[in-house]
């Protein structure tokens, strides 16, 4: 669905920036997701990404990995565990020890990896980046969680490194997606949308999140569902499998970010595999592509198709492997196989779930 006329339609974006090109101006300024102004010299070559998202979407703006100059170590486990480590093995040379887990950042790597922009977050307090500052180092901090906040800080790194017509494209390629999708869902009756359950952990801990801030139920109310634990207080809550039952969700997502989590966790767990959603083989993992679909990245318009396509195929006939390999294409010049897209979408751990036989290979 990648389409030119989307690149108009948001360059007027990188405005953010408060210059169009790094042509037109001697330096680029951004405001970034901390309401700091953030001035560079020229665009940015080497970028250090610290919060675990970026890496992937640096990667898809420049359409390459030569600017990524060091990431979280999750992200690298991402880019390694899932397709982008086939399409850039060069990633694994790219250090991650920049940053703890947590995202303390290890400031002497920081500062041998030479880097011209370093990424961090805008909600974790001073103690992350001051240390930073304090280094010498220039620093734009990003915020998470919504679509608003990923278009915007796709924008800002675009901008950043001088590629601004990169994020308009993808962005416009967002656009073009949600309101087509929220066209077909408004005449959706409410009686008709089934109950959606995303566990964001499920392995030791069961966690789900309400509606406040949640991207994930953003996308289920975007695809025609109900996000089934609305009630829940806060993000990442632990539940226990009493309470979902007690929800019994007509659908169940399970995470990407937990490698080794698969469906038997809840089809055989005596009580989770009571539900409606276990009983009807409505229980699905998350895909794993360039970055996990869970959360907002590049790739979310692919992970609103799929989750469509599962929940209302009377409704939504999207052809999904067609959609990624032009995605990916436009994303990371890469032609998908259909051996990577059956990976992706771990076509072998659930190809035999519901609604789930339309992904297979034709």
Same mark, same amino acid.
């Given at each position: 669905?990648?389409?030119?006329?989307?690149? =108009? +339609?948001?360059? &007027?974006?990188?405005?953010?920036?408060?210059?169009?090109?790094?042509?037109?101006?001697?330096?680029?300024?951004?405001?970034?997701?901390?309401?700091?102004?953030?001035?560079? #010299?020229? #665009?940015?070559?080497?970028?250090?990404?610290?919060?675990?998202?970026?890496?992937?979407?640096?990667?898809?703006?420049?359409?390459?990995?030569?600017?990524?100059?060091?990431?979280?170590?999750?992200?690298?486990?991402?880019?390694?565990?899932?397709?982008?480590?086939?399409?850039?093995?060069?990633?694994?040379?790219?250090? &991650?020890?920049?940053?703890?887990?947590?995202?303390?950042?290890?400031?002497?790597?920081?500062?041998?990896?030479?880097?011209?922009?370093?990424?961090?977050?805008?909600?974790?307090?001073?103690?992350?980046?001051?240390?930073?500052?304090?280094?010498?180092?220039?620093?734009?901090?990003?915020?998470?969680?919504?679509?608003?906040?990923?278009?915007?800080?796709?924008?800002?790194?675009?901008?950043?490194?001088?590629?601004?017509?990169?994020?308009?494209?993808?962005?416009?390629?967002?656009?073009?997606?949600?309101?087509?999708?929220? =066209?077909?869902?408004?005449?959706?009756?409410?009686?008709?949308?089934?109950?959606?359950?995303?566990?964001?952990? +499920?392995?030791?801990?069961?966690?789900?999140?309400?509606?406040?801030?949640?991207?994930?139920?953003?996308?289920?109310?975007?695809?025609?569902?109900?996000? =089934?634990? +609305?009630?829940?207080?806060?993000?990442?809550?632990?539940? &226990?499998?009493?309470?979902?039952?007690?929800?019994?969700?007509?659908?169940?997502?399970?995470?990407?970010?937990? =490698?080794?989590?698969?469906?038997?966790?809840?089809?055989?767990?005596?009580?989770?595999?009571?539900?409606?959603?276990?009983?009807?083989?409505?229980?699905?993992?998350?895909?794993?592509?360039?970055?996990?679909?869970? #959360?907002?990245? $590049?790739?979310?318009?692919?992970?609103?198709?799929?989750?469509?396509?599962?929940?209302?195929?009377?409704?939504? $006939?999207?052809?999904?492997?067609?959609?990624?390999?032009?995605?990916?294409?436009?994303?990371?010049?890469?032609?998908?196989?259909?051996?990577?897209?059956?990976?992706?979408?771990?076509?072998?751990?659930?190809?035999? +779930?519901?609604?789930?036989? $339309?992904?297979? &290979?034709?």
């Amino acid at each position: 669905m990648f389409n030119v006329k989307m690149l =108009a +339609a948001t360059v &007027s974006l990188a405005l953010i920036a408060g210059t169009l090109s790094p042509a037109l101006a001697e330096t680029i300024t951004l405001k970034d997701q901390g309401g700091r102004t953030v001035t560079l #010299p020229k #665009p940015a070559d080497r970028i250090a990404s610290i919060p675990i998202p970026m890496a992937s979407t640096i990667i898809s703006i420049d359409g390459g990995t030569s600017k990524l100059v060091g990431m979280n170590p999750t992200a690298k486990s991402a880019i390694m565990e899932g397709i982008l480590g086939k399409i850039f093995p060069e990633a694994k040379d790219i250090p &991650s020890d920049i940053t703890a887990p947590n995202f303390i950042p290890n400031i002497e790597e920081l500062a041998a990896t030479n880097p011209d922009l370093v990424i961090q977050w805008a909600d974790y307090g001073a103690d992350l980046v001051d240390p930073l500052t304090n280094a010498g180092l220039n620093v734009a901090l990003i915020s998470y969680g919504t679509e608003e906040k990923a278009r915007y800080y796709q924008n800002m790194v675009a901008t950043a490194i001088g590629k601004p017509e990169r994020a308009a494209l993808i962005n416009g390629w967002r656009d073009e997606v949600a309101q087509e999708m929220a =066209a077909k869902t408004k005449d959706i009756a409410a009686d008709k949308r089934p109950k959606v359950l995303y566990l964001g952990r +499920a392995m030791e801990n069961l966690t789900a999140s309400g509606n406040e801030g949640n991207y994930n139920a953003w996308y289920i109310d975007l695809t025609g569902g109900v996000n =089934a634990s +609305a009630d829940v207080k806060g993000n990442g809550t632990t539940i &226990s499998p009493e309470q979902i039952a007690e929800w019994n969700p007509d659908v169940i997502l399970l995470n990407s970010f937990e =490698a080794k989590l698969g469906l038997d966790r809840i089809m055989n767990d005596p009580i989770l595999s009571l539900t409606k959603a276990a009983q009807d083989k409505k229980v699905y993992k998350l895909p794993l592509g360039g970055y996990r679909w869970d #959360p907002p990245s $590049q790739e979310s318009p692919l992970t609103w198709m799929w989750l469509a396509n599962i929940l209302h195929p009377e409704v939504f $006939q999207y052809d999904l492997r067609g959609e990624m390999k032009k995605a990916y294409k436009t994303l990371y010049n890469y032609d998908l196989t259909d051996a990577d897209i059956d990976g992706i979408l771990w076509m072998d751990m659930q190809g035999d +779930a519901t609604n789930y036989a $339309q992904f297979a &290979s034709k």
